[in-house]
C-alpha cells in the first residue's frame, strides 16, 4: 500500500523552530515532486515549499523554512525557524508518486494524513 506518513508537528513558542518530515512508502517507481502545505483554521489550503527540481518557497516563509528531500529514502523534511503564530496550521506533505499499473507507469497524487503546528505567542 502506497502512503506518505508525516512525522514532526507540534507546540512551540514564537521564534522557535520545528522539523517536519514525511516518508513516502509502498511499492513506488520514482518521486517527481514533493510538497508542504498546510491549513489554517477557516483557511484554503496553501503552498508552503515544493522540490523536485530547485526548491521554491511561499513568500510567506522564504528566509525561515527550508525543505529538503532525501531520494534514496523517499523522504522530505520541511526545517521552520524563526516560528511565527501565524505559521499554525496542518501541515501536509503531498508527492507526485510514480507507480506501475496495468498499462504502464502514470503519475499519482498523494496526501499525508497531517500534522498540526501550533505557534504560541
Known amino acids: 500500500q502506497v502512503q506518505l506518513v508525516e512525522s514532526g508537528g507540534g507546540l512551540v513558542q514564537a521564534g522557535g523552530s520545528l522539523t517536519l518530515s514525511c516518508a513516502a512508502s509502498g511499492s513506488i517507481l520514482s518521486i517527481n515532486a514533493m510538497d508542504w502545505y498546510r491549513q489554517a483554521p477557516g483557511k484554503q489550503r496553501e503552498l508552503v515549499a515544493t522540490i523536485g527540481g530547485s526548491p521554491n518557497y511561499a513568500d510567506s516563509v522564504k528566509g525561515r523554512f527550508t525543505i529538503s528531500r532525501d531520494g534514496a529514502k523517499n523522504t522530505v523534511s520541511l526545517r521552520m525557524n524563526s516560528l511565527k503564530p501565524e505559521d499554525t496550521a496542518v501541515y501536509y506533505c503531498?508527492?507526485?508518486?510514480?507507480?506501475?499499473?496495468?498499462?504502464?507507469?502514470?503519475?499519482?497524487?498523494?496526501w499525508g494524513q497531517g500534522t498540526q503546528v501550533t505557534v504560541s505567542s
Open positions: 503531498h508527492a507526485y508518486l510514480v507507480l506501475q499499473g496495468l498499462s504502464g507507469s502514470h503519475e499519482y497524487s498523494y
